[in-house]
């Protein structure tokens, strides 16, 4: 065997304190084509990347929020009143699913319609996919009962009805509500339809999907429909529908007033959830979400402790016994086909 130059010593020595994994690593590296070597050059320069991506969240101060669930959500953010308490990627936007209903249900409500308006179905409306109130072409329904079935069931034929009705057309509709996403400084949120579905361009963040729900809970029409857990509604033709709230908190977690569930292939499941106990709120956003109720259960009951006990800190680790001191079984989804 011939001796080893200085550069083949030095590539030895590294090698002899590798682990076992990385001395198999660098044995197969060793075999490799220069293409091959340059892929995996490349796969590490893209996971690199991903973890640069995942850094900690930083809260309205700037400070780093801690994240005691991590791994629970692709992105979600807990607020006490107007507090970051903890979060992950709460700035990063993402496919948020049926929570952009929030924009529609706002942009109607804020346009302050008559009591008992009515307005007439259309074929487009008809035609929406996903969730559905199973509204016929040409049957009148008044505005706040649209409002009802699209913020209690997600009803896509209702969303696409109110955009109509307020704005002609829904393509004139997504135009107001990105405008008004501007007004509000919602600027990791953009909208390419009403009702949320999946759509290049269509998302927002954590953070944002907060600040839309303090408007909607400002709106009393929203913030008492927004809370009803079930609902009767009726066309003028005398066709009624029984609605039952997809958010499976209500009237399970104590103090939960609303807001709003989605779903989409893209998004994954999503909550935009609130609490109120003895005059403090507790917001909670969720996007691509492994388990909504659970954790935003979790959540909400940790965000409130901290409040309580003015000394604790969200360090590490999930509160595994939150349900157990609420009395909250949240163990199945209100509706499975939630959008």
């Known amino acids: 065997?011939?001796?080893?130059?200085?550069?083949?010593?030095?590539?030895?020595?590294?090698?002899?304190?590798?682990?076992?994994?990385?001395?198999?690593?660098?044995?197969?590296?060793?075999?490799?084509?220069?293409?091959?070597?340059?892929?995996?050059?490349?796969?590490?320069?893209?996971?690199?990347?991903?973890?640069?991506?995942?850094?900690?969240?930083?809260?309205?101060?700037?400070?780093?929020?801690?994240?005691?669930?991590?791994?629970s959500a692709h992105a979600y953010l807990v607020q006490t009143d107007d507090v970051d308490r903890f979060g992950a990627r709460i700035d990063t936007p993402l496919p948020a699913a049926s929570l952009g209903?929030?924009?529609?249900?706002?942009?109607?409500?804020?346009?302050?319609?008559?009591?008992?308006?009515?307005?007439?179905?259309?074929?487009?409306?008809?035609?929406?996919?996903g969730a559905r109130l199973g509204l016929r072409a040409g049957e009148r329904i008044d505005v706040e009962s649209l409002l009802a079935a699209m913020l209690l069931r997600s009803a896509n034929d209702s969303c696409v009805a109110l955009a109509e009705w307020q704005a002609g057309s829904e393509r004139a509709f997504v135009a107001r509500m990105n405008a008004r996403a501007v007004a509000l400084g919602l600027a990791g949120t953009h909208f390419v339809n009403a009702c949320g579905f999946d759509a290049t361009g269509q998302h927002s963040t954590a953070r944002d999907l907060l600040v839309l729900a303090r408007r909607v809970l400002a709106?009393?029409?929203?913030?008492?429909?927004?809370?009803?857990?079930?609902?009767?509604?009726?066309?003028?033709?005398?066709?009624?529908?029984?609605?039952?709230?997809?958010?499976?908190?209500?009237?399970?977690?104590?103090?939960?007033?609303?807001?709003?569930?989605?779903?989409?292939?893209?998004?994954?499941?999503?909550?935009?959830?609130?609490?109120?106990?003895?005059?403090?709120?507790?917001?909670?956003?969720?996007?691509?979400?492994?388990?909504?109720?659970?954790?935003?259960?979790?959540?909400?009951?940790?965000?409130?402790?901290?409040?309580v006990h003015a000394g604790v800190d969200a360090r590490t680790g999930v509160d595994d016994h939150a349900h157990a001191h609420t009395g909250v079984d949240v163990r199945t989804d209100a509706d499975p086909r939630a959008r």
């Open 219 to 307: 709106q009393p029409v929203l913030a008492a429909l927004v809370r009803r857990e079930t609902m009767t509604i009726a066309t003028r033709g005398g066709r009624r529908f029984a609605l039952r709230n997809t958010n499976a908190l209500l009237g399970r977690v104590p103090g939960v007033i609303g807001v709003k569930t989605g779903y989409t292939r893209l998004a994954g499941t999503c909550l935009v959830v609130v609490a109120e106990r003895k005059g403090r709120r507790v917001y909670v956003a969720l996007l691509g979400a492994g388990d909504r109720w659970w954790d935003a259960a979790a959540m909400i009951e940790r965000a409130f402790d901290a409040d």
């Open 1 to 71: 065997m011939a001796p080893m130059t200085r550069p083949h010593r030095a590539a030895a020595s590294f090698i002899g304190a590798m682990t076992h994994p990385h001395r198999a690593v660098a044995s197969l590296i060793g075999v490799m084509t220069r293409a091959q070597r340059l892929a995996v050059c490349f796969i590490g320069v893209a996971l690199a990347a991903t973890q640069a991506v995942a850094a900690p969240a930083a809260g309205a101060t700037g400070a780093v929020l801690p994240d005691p669930y991590a791994g």
């Open 101 to 129: 209903k929030m924009m529609t249900a706002l942009l109607v409500a804020e346009a302050r319609p008559d009591a008992g308006v009515v307005t007439t179905i259309s074929p487009t409306a008809v035609a929406a996919g």
